[in-house]
Structures are given as structure tokens and as C-alpha cells.
């Protein structure tokens, strides 16, 4: 079959948040762009953060709140691009929106603005679009200048055609979610070209535990707690979640990132409270234990820990004035150090994101393309800089799809 052959200054794989980013940049800068995605909905991501408001931001984003190997790569991306720069373009076009904590940015409406926002500065750069359309075959053609061509190109092929290109921008994002269409195609095409690519795993995900271990706490779905849970020297003090299979929440998403297998996790499940100073004031109470842990944590779920924990300690539920001090303060060691071990995670389906991408030594922290390949460009979430909750990895497509738009 014929396949029409077009010609482009830059071709952008991947129509998500980085992608639109770069090629409204690009076309300001009077690049001819095309826009190539296989998804029969734009931006779905987007369209699903944040409950559909879109946590679009955090205000008070650093480079400190990004996991990588090559943790400074994203500082220059980060400065050039701030949530500030982004705050101004919803405000340009008329987009409120209000933080709901920690410095994470809502939209006051839905998070169909921030798409249709992208579409707008898109149409306006005069962006060409090919969606859906599935990319079949990526072609490098190096500068020869004693061959007919003497610049170099990418030819694309597609189910609808063949693109010529000067600069490739692969934003495909990572593997998590693809019931919405995520695939491994970017890390696919990083390595055709002899591009390493970290190792990856599902990340900002739930935490599953064995039956044995989590058996008293599977009745407990949907208690959530106020907590401090650490692993490998990173700690978050958020919510946690109980669900059938393990727990969720946002400081249980947050240590996912950091956890690896077969590791503890260390919950301290009152974090503002020094519990041996509650335990000495009740000394002589004739209070029982789980009742006096009601008034801090919630009844169900002090229950069923007082039933697993006291029984690892061959202790058993009585008045508090019947528990020797040393019982106490080994009762108080566990509720400020719960360590539990995860048998793995919920994996990519519920996962918010990819941890690990496109290695970041093998790019340019100032303009996002190849060392190895002029003209390709990685950026977003395909990249190896997988930022926290609340925010941080769509200002990471935000700072990596302007920084490369900038100059492919």
C-alpha cells in the first residue's frame, strides 16, 4: 500500500502532557510540529488526576522531590519551566484554582481545562495532529555530506503515512495504567538506538502483604489513620489506607517509590504523640488497653493490632494497671515502630507512575535530546526522573516538554 510521505521540522510521539507541552514550544518558535498518539482519547491522564480536577502542580516544587539515578539532572528543566510559568498560562486563560494542601494545585472545575488549555496553545502554534494513529517503524538517517542527504532525518512510518522529520521528541510516558493505553513503546525506541534505560517498576502504588501476615487486618477496608511511614532513610507523614489486599493512602504511595522488595516498612501510627507518656499517665487505670488506644486511633483498627501485636509479644488485652511497665513501653515501641513487609505491590494498573525511564546520563539536563543521537529528545514521564506525590511529575512534563520545545 502507498503511504503519502509528509515533511516536518519535529515529530512528537505522544499527545500527553510533556508532548502538548513541547509542540505548542516548538511551534511558537515557527517549527513545523506533528503530533503522533495512538490513543482514541487525548490525554486521559490528565483527563483521571486528581479525582478529574487535575493536580496540576505543586507550588513548592524542588528538585529534592525527584527520584532518579542522576538526581540533579532535573534541576535545569525545573528553572527554566517553574510552577509559577505554569500558574501564569492557566491564568491566562481564565482557569481557577485552589490548593488543597502541601502546595498541590487543583482546578476549581474539571481537569478537561487543562486539556482543552493545551489544545488552544496548541492550535495557536499551528500543531498538526495524527491521532489515532499507530507508529509502525522509526528510521535515522545521520547527516553524509557526500550523499544526496546532507542533513539528517527521521523517517517515521505510520498505519496512515511516512514522516520526514529533522527532531524526534519521544513523550510516550511510562507503563503505569494501561487499561488508558500506556505501553512499553518509548523504552523501545531509547533501545533501538543503543539508549539505556534504567530498570522499572511501578511506582506512587498501593503495598500488598501475605494472607498469613495481614490476615486479622483484610475485614478492614477503607480505615484510614494519620502516620509516619519510612523505608531506606525516606519518610512521609500522611494518611494510610487498609484495603483488601494490603494498604494504599498517600504515605503508603510515597514510600512505594523508595521500598524494595523483601524490605520492612516502619509505621509510626501516632507520630504526634509520645505513647509511653500516655501509657505512665494511665498507670493505675483500670482501663483496658484497646480502649485507651480508641481515643487516639480508630476502635476497629486498634482491635484487630492489639489482637496481632500483643499475641508477637505473648502478651494478651487487660486492664492498663495489670501490664508491667516494661510491657508498656515494648507496647509503645511497636505503635511508634509498626515494621510490616510488603510481598509487592498492586502493580501498574493502579500505579500513578513509572519509577525509572530513559537513563538520564545518556541526556542533556539543558535541552532533553540524545548524547548519542542528534536530534531525539526524550521527555516526561518516559524519562528517568519520577517525581513524588502531589503534583511533581506533571510539572516535570510541564519543565521537560518546554525545555525540549525550546530548541527541537
Given at each position: 500500500m502507498f503511504l503519502k510521505k509528509i515533511s516536518?521540522?519535529?515529530v512528537i510521539i505522544g499527545a500527553g502532557a510533556a508532548g502538548m507541552m513541547c509542540a505548542m514550544e516548538a511551534g511558537k518558535r515557527g517549527r513545523s510540529v506533528m503530533l503522533v498518539d495512538h490513543a482514541r482519547k487525548l490525554a486521559e491522564k490528565?483527563?483521571?488526576?486528581?479525582?478529574?480536577?487535575?493536580?496540576?502542580?505543586?507550588r513548592y516544587t524542588r528538585a529534592e522531590d525527584f527520584i532518579s539515578s542522576n538526581p540533579h539532572f532535573c534541576r535545569s528543566a525545573l528553572a527554566r519551566f517553574t510552577p509559577q510559568?505554569?500558574?501564569?498560562?492557566?491564568?491566562?486563560?481564565g482557569i481557577r484554582y485552589h490548593e488543597k494542601k502541601l502546595g498541590q494545585l487543583f482546578c476549581d472545575d474539571s481537569s478537561q481545562q487543562i486539556i482543552d488549555m493545551l489544545l488552544r496553545e496548541c492550535a495557536a502554534a499551528r500543531v498538526d495532529w495524527q491521532m489515532p494513529s499507530q507508529?509502525?517503524?522509526?528510521?535515522?538517517?545521520?547527516?553524509?555530506?557526500?550523499?544526496?542527504?546532507?542533513?539528517?532525518?527521521?523517517?517515521?512510518?505510520?498505519?496512515?503515512?511516512?514522516i520526514e522529520a529533522s527532531s524526534l521528541v519521544i513523550a510516550t510516558g511510562g507503563l503505569s495504567?494501561?487499561?488508558?493505553?500506556?505501553?512499553?513503546?518509548?523504552?523501545?525506541?531509547?533501545?533501538?538506538?543503543?539508549?539505556?534505560?534504567?530498570?522499572?517498576?511501578p511506582a506512587l502504588v498501593g503495598l500488598t502483604f501475605a494472607v498469613e501476615d495481614f490476615i486479622l487486618f483484610k475485614d478492614i477496608p477503607g480505615i484510614a489513620m494519620d502516620a509516619e511511614v519510612s523505608c531506606r532513610g525516606s519518610a512521609f507523614r500522611e494518611s494510610i489506607l487498609f484495603t483488601h489486599r494490603g494498604l494504599?493512602?498517600?504515605?503508603?504511595?510515597?514510600?512505594?517509590?523508595?521500598?524494595?522488595?523483601?524490605?520492612?516498612?516502619?509505621?509510626?501510627?501516632?507520630?504526634?504523640?509520645?505513647?509511653?507518656?500516655?501509657?505512665?499517665?494511665?498507670?493505675?487505670?483500670?482501663m483496658l488497653l484497646p480502649n485507651l488506644l480508641a481515643r487516639y486511633l480508630p476502635k476497629r483498627f486498634v482491635q484487630v493490632w492489639c489482637s496481632a501485636t500483643l499475641v508477637q509479644l505473648s502478651m494478651t488485652v487487660k486492664p492498663m494497671n495489670q501490664y508491667r511497665e516494661v510491657e508498656l513501653r515494648q507496647i509503645a515501641d511497636k505503635l511508634h515502630n509498626w515494621n510490616i513487609t510488603?510481598?509487592?505491590t498492586v502493580g501498574y494498573r493502579k500505579a500513578e507512575v513509572t519509577l525509572g525511564g530513559v537513563d538520564t546520563h545518556e541526556l542533556s539536563s539543558k535541552?532533553?535530546?540524545?548524547?548519542?543521537?542528534?536530534?531525539?529528545?526524550?521527555?516526561?514521564?518516559?524519562?528517568?526522573?519520577?517525581?513524588?506525590?502531589?503534583?511533581?511529575?506533571?510539572?516535570?512534563?510541564?519543565?521537560?516538554?518546554?525545555?525540549?520545545?525550546q530548541v527541537a
Open positions: 516536518k521540522d519535529v490528565i483527563r483521571i488526576s486528581g479525582g478529574g480536577r487535575c493536580n496540576f502542580t505543586n510559568d505554569f500558574i501564569a498560562l492557566l491564568e491566562k486563560h507508529l509502525k517503524q522509526v528510521e535515522y538517517l545521520p547527516a553524509d555530506k557526500e550523499t544526496q542527504h546532507a542533513e539528517r532525518k527521521f523517517v517515521l512510518t505510520t498505519e496512515r503515512n511516512t495504567i494501561p487499561q488508558i493505553g500506556a505501553s512499553a513503546l518509548g523504552y523501545q525506541i531509547a533501545s533501538q538506538f543503543g539508549i539505556r534505560v534504567t530498570s522499572l517498576r494504599s493512602g498517600p504515605a503508603i504511595l510515597q514510600i512505594s517509590s523508595y521500598w524494595q522488595q523483601g524490605e520492612l516498612i516502619h509505621i509510626n501510627l501516632l507520630p504526634q504523640q509520645d505513647v509511653q507518656q500516655i501509657f505512665l499517665a494511665h498507670r493505675h487505670s483500670a510488603p510481598t509487592g535541552t532533553m535530546e540524545s548524547k548519542r543521537i542528534m536530534g531525539l529528545y526524550f521527555i516526561g514521564e518516559v524519562v528517568d526522573v519520577t517525581g513524588h506525590l502531589g503534583g511533581f511529575n506533571f510539572q516535570w512534563a510541564w519543565s521537560s516538554g518546554y525545555t525540549a520545545g
